[in-house]
């Protein structure tokens, strides 16, 4: 099921591919916009996605109380993730060459956070307290790396967005079928018609 965050639809299955897709368009430079441009929305993402990655959080929520000092990370983590599993499913493999980069945002993300993760089957921390947006983001992204993970790794064809297919057969192809799918639906049926009144007016 779909869900909103006013300007952003959560359809990327793991907090950090959501974050990442809060690129809008990244593939067409005139249309292409950045739902962080001002870094208070990042504090509205994080609370939103508290509630919509409440079972990859085990329930943990997110903190960003000083979303425009942690933009710099946040932004670094965004564009890493983007850019490695990105590639990966392009090509099928990831390249080590594209691994210190991402790493290193990573760190950065994990440094700034005072806290504890990696409890016995939750591994954001103790869901009781509250962790730093920069910190789980780290978390989350790191998680990608797994081998299962990466399989299911998908690009929207319809708006370029990173996805986990997470159905039985791994055959998803849209983000979010009510939306992606059904837009390419509507288009594939327009252009039938298109065709349907050419022919019948030659």
Known sequence: MAVSWTPHRFTGGML???????VVLRSDPEKTFDRFDDPAEIARFAEAASGFRAAELGGRPL?????EKIAPVVLSIRETTDRLFRRAVSKGAIATGDMP????????????????????G????????????????????????RGDTIA?????????????DKSRNSSRLWCDMAVCGNRQKANRYYRRRTAAREITNV
């Open 16 to 22: 950090a591919l959501d974050t990442a897709n809060t």
């Open 63 to 67: 903190a960003a109380p000083a979303p």
């Open 101 to 120: 980069e991402f790493l290193e945002a990573c760190a950065d993300g994990l440094a700034r956070s005072r806290t504890e993760i990696a409890r016995p």
């Open 122 to 145: 939750k591994p954001f921390g103790n869901p009781a307290t509250p962790i730093a947006f920069e910190a789980a983001l780290a978390v989350s992204a790191l998680s990608l790396l």
């Open 152 to 164: 299911r790794l998908r690009i929207c064809p319809n708006c370029g967005w990173l996805f986990v």
